[in-house]
DNA sequence: AACACGGGGCG
DNA sequence: CGCCCAGTGTT
């Protein structure tokens, strides 16, 4: 472990890998490392276009699985565009998502009846076709054509918050407008490279620069990246923000009879806190006149309840308001799922975590 | 079980 | 125009 000055002095001297500085790393780390000889990496804008609608959401090495039959059955757009949609359905079959195979399909009649059967060569017009979008036309553009486009899928994504520690969700429409400024900004250049600086890219970022445990050792741009200066590979990109979690409420009473027992009943086997002993729940405070009525118990007034707890789940939070009652029970009355229980006996069960709290020695003094 | 993901759809 | 979704794989 590093002390902390040299850690500090570190983060300080560390700048991240200049704008010039990048495309040429990344271009010389792809002609070494990156991936070569992908049935797609041709020069046939039809290829490379079915290439890059497979490969959105769906990994290398999936594709190259589902790539050369789909190839040989619609070997141009004229054939894809002619062709029945079930049949290019049929071909997609196991790639999923196949409104990709859909859009596909119609795109093809774009490219024909709008483009004369000829791919339009840039990332605009590109980006006209159904299911292409503007990572995917950039992308497109620069395999095909040569263009200077940027890309900005979810590796690209992952490689330029890291290099250059940018911060917030990419999700957000401010930091996605930065990251695409940024990606333009890194082009070479030259058009001459823009193969194998985008194929660089998408390489990095898959091979590399992955999110759980990013090879940052074999990384060209390590002694550059902002992120790994300031250990911070597993925080970038920033994480979508946990929406809100919907927060419920409920009463939870606490019934005790002359012998101080409490009552509780069964909770329903599915669902939350299944097949355990609870607290009898209430909605509103409101309802428990009704609710001991319909028991059979004699209660004492109302006191005030007690502070509410909250319980955080994975999926919403619970607010417990813990309503004390004490009862005069006769035998035999009460809800049908429940029963009278000693504390000690009561905590010996398997209980939802804030109802064992409720239930425990320490809260008597507010009885 | 939660998260990630490019483009489309919807309000 | 911005937010959220569908559908699937990964962690």
């Not at 590399?208 to 925080?235: F, H, I, K, T």
């Amino acid at each position: 472990m590093l002390p902390p000055l040299v850690l500090l002095v570190a983060c300080a001297m560390s700048v991240a890998v200049s704008f010039a500085e990048f495309a040429p790393r990344l271009i010389a780390w792809q002609r070494q490392h990156g991936r070569h000889g992908l049935p797609w990496q041709v020069d046939d804008p039809y290829k490379v276009w079915v290439s890059e609608i497979m490969l959105q959401q769906t990994q290398v090495s999936t594709v190259l699985g589902y790539y050369p039959a789909f190839l040989q059955r619609f070997p141009d757009v004229a054939t894809l565009a002619a062709a029945p949609l079930d049949d290019v359905l049929a071909a997609w079959s196991g790639l999923g998502y196949y409104s990709r195979a859909r859009n596909l399909h119609r795109a093809a009649g774009q490219v024909m009846n709008e483009f004369a059967g000829r791919f339009p060569d840039s990332q605009d017009a590109l980006m006209t076709l159904c299911g292409v979008g503007r990572s995917t036309a950039a992308a497109i553009a620069a395999f095909a054509f040569a263009r200077r486009a940027a890309i900005l899928d979810g590796n690209v994504k992952r490689v330029l918050t890291r290099c250059y520690g940018i911060e917030g969700w990419p999700g957000d429409k401010a930091i996605e407008n930065q990251l695409w400024t940024l990606a333009e900004q890194l082009l070479p250049d030259s058009v001459a490279h823009m193969a194998a600086y985008t194929q660089g890219l998408m390489d990095l970022g898959s091979l590399l620069c992955v999110r759980g445990q990013p090879r940052c050792g074999e990384c060209p741009m390590a002694d550059g990246c902002v992120a790994r200066a300031q250990g911070r590979q597993r925080a970038l990109p920033t994480a979508r923000p946990r929406k809100a979690q919907p927060l419920r409420s409920t009463v939870m009473l606490l019934a005790r009879n002359a012998a101080g027992e409490v009552w509780l009943q069964r909770r329903p086997d599915s669902g939350v806190w299944g097949g355990l002993w609870s607290l009898p729940e209430l909605a509103d405070i409101g309802e428990a006149p009704h609710w001991l009525a319909a028991a059979g118990w004699t209660a004492a007034p109302l006191t005030p309840p007690w502070p509410t707890v909250q319980h955080v789940f994975t999926h919403f939070r619970l607010d417990i308001t813990p309503q004390p009652v004490q009862v005069r029970a006769t035998a035999g009355a009460g809800p049908a799922d429940g029963r009278w229980w000693t504390q000690e006996a009561a905590l010996a069960l398997g209980l939802p975590a804030p109802v064992r709290r409720l239930l425990d020695t320490r809260q008597d003094s507010l009885w």
